[in-house]
C-alpha cells in the first residue's frame, strides 16, 4: 500500500464524518465551458469570417457575435441602429468605418456630444486634429485655431437661424463649403447628404469653441434642445431597434436615458419601447453608461451587451462582424 493511500485511510479513519460527503456523476453537472466552446486557431491566409468562426463561443467573443447579429438583424427588418458616441472615435480615426456602416443601412441615425463638431470638422477641413493639450495649455493657446473657432461658431449661428439643429447645421456647412477639402470622410457631412439624422448634445463650457467670442449661447443651446426633442423622437421609434454608445462615459448615458423617458411619456401606452438591445464599447467600464445604457432601459439582461476594449480594436471588429452577416447585400 502506497504512503498517500495509508494516509488518506488514516485521515478517514479519524475523521468519520468524511464519509458522508454528497458526490455526483460529472455527467450530471451543468458546466459553462465544452468543446463546442472553445475556440481554434486562425489559419494564415484566410478569411474574416473564419477568423470569426474560429474566436471562442464565450464571454465578450460570444458579445460580438451577438452584438453584430442584433444590428444586422435590425437593419434586415428595417429598424433603427443609433450610434451615441463621444468624440475619441473620431480621434482615433473611426470616422471612414462610420460612414461606410451609415452607407450599408446598418448605421441609421448618429447622436454625438459637442467635441465631435471640432474634431470632425478639423479633419474634413485641414486633414489633421487633436492638439498637444498640456503643451498649449501652458501658454493659454489650447483651443485658439482660428479656423476652428470662427467657421464652426458662424456654422452654428447661420444654422439654427435658418431652424436647423446643431447637427443638421454643422453637416450643411461641411457638405456645402467649397474650403471642406475632405469631406467624405466628415460623419457630419456625409450623414447629411444621406438624410440621416444627426443630433449633437452641448454641455456649454466644454468645447474648445466655446473660448472664441463668435460662440452664441443662444444658437448653440437652441440648436442642442432642437437636437435632443430629434432623438427623443427617434428613440420612440426604437422599438426592434438598437442603441450603441461609444465611448461616452457621461453626456450620451445621461442624454440617451432623459431622450428615452420624454420618447416613452410621450408615445404612452400603446407604444412603450420596451424591446430593443443596447450596447456598450468602452475601454473603461464607467458607472453612466452601465447604468443608463445598458441596465436601466431594458431591465431584460438578454437585451445589454458591453463590450471593454480600445475603440481603434472594437469598432472595427464589431463593423467587419457587422459585415459578415449583410455580406452581399
Not at 475619441?88 to 473611426?94: R, T
Not at 437585451?303 to 463593423?319: D, K, Q, R, T
Amino acid at each position: 500500500m502506497s504512503d498517500d493511500v495509508r494516509d488518506k485511510d488514516t485521515a478517514m479513519a479519524a475523521d468519520p464524518a468524511i464519509l458522508r460527503v454528497k458526490r455526483y456523476s460529472l455527467a450530471d453537472r451543468k458546466s459553462k465551458v465544452a468543446l463546442d466552446k472553445i475556440g481554434r486557431p486562425y489559419n494564415r491566409g484566410g478569411l474574416f469570417g473564419e477568423f470569426l468562426l474560429s474566436l471562442p463561443d464565450i464571454l465578450a467573443a460570444a458579445d460580438l457575435r451577438r452584438a453584430a447579429a442584433r444590428i444586422a438583424g435590425a437593419r434586415e427588418n428595417a429598424h433603427p441602429v443609433i450610434l451615441g458616441m463621444g468624440a475619441h472615435p473620431i480621434k482615433v480615426g473611426l470616422s471612414p468605418i462610420i460612414i461606410d456602416l451609415m452607407e450599408r443601412g446598418a448605421i441609421t441615425a448618429v447622436a454625438t456630444n459637442g467635441a465631435s463638431i471640432v474634431h470632425d470638422f478639423e479633419l474634413a477641413f485641414a486633414g489633421f486634429t487633436s492638439e498637444d493639450v498640456a503643451a498649449e495649455l501652458c501658454k493659454g493657446t489650447f483651443g485658439m485655431a482660428e479656423e476652428t473657432g470662427v467657421m464652426l461658431n458662424t456654422a452654428i449661428v447661420r444654422g439654427v437661424d435658418s431652424g436647423l439643429g446643431l447637427g443638421s447645421a454643422i453637416g450643411s456647412f461641411l457638405s456645402h463649403d467649397k474650403a471642406i477639402k475632405n469631406k467624405e470622410i466628415s460623419i457630419f457631412a456625409r450623414a447629411y447628404e444621406l438624410g440621416l439624422p444627426v443630433t449633437v448634445h452641448v454641455a456649454v463650457g466644454t468645447d474648445i469653441i466655446h473660448m472664441h467670442p463668435e460662440a452664441d449661447g443662444r444658437a448653440i443651446g437652441e440648436g442642442s434642445l432642437r437636437d435632443f426633442r430629434l432623438l427623443a423622437t427617434l428613440l420612440g421609434g426604437l422599438e426592434g431597434g438598437v442603441f450603441i454608445n461609444l465611448g461616452s462615459a457621461v453626456i450620451i448615458p445621461e442624454v440617451f436615458m432623459k431622450a428615452l423617458n420624454l420618447a416613452r411619456n410621450i408615445s404612452g401606452a400603446e407604444n412603450k419601447v420596451e424591446h430593443f438591445t443596447t450596447i456598450n464599447m468602452d475601454f473603461i467600464s464607467h458607472y453612466r453608461a452601465q447604468v443608463n445604457v445598458l441596465k436601466r432601459p431594458a431591465p431584460d439582461s438578454n437585451s445589454a451587451i458591453n463590450l471593454i476594449g480600445h475603440h481603434e480594436i472594437m469598432f472595427p471588429l464589431l463593423a467587419a462582424a457587422i459585415k459578415e452577416q449583410i455580406k452581399g447585400r
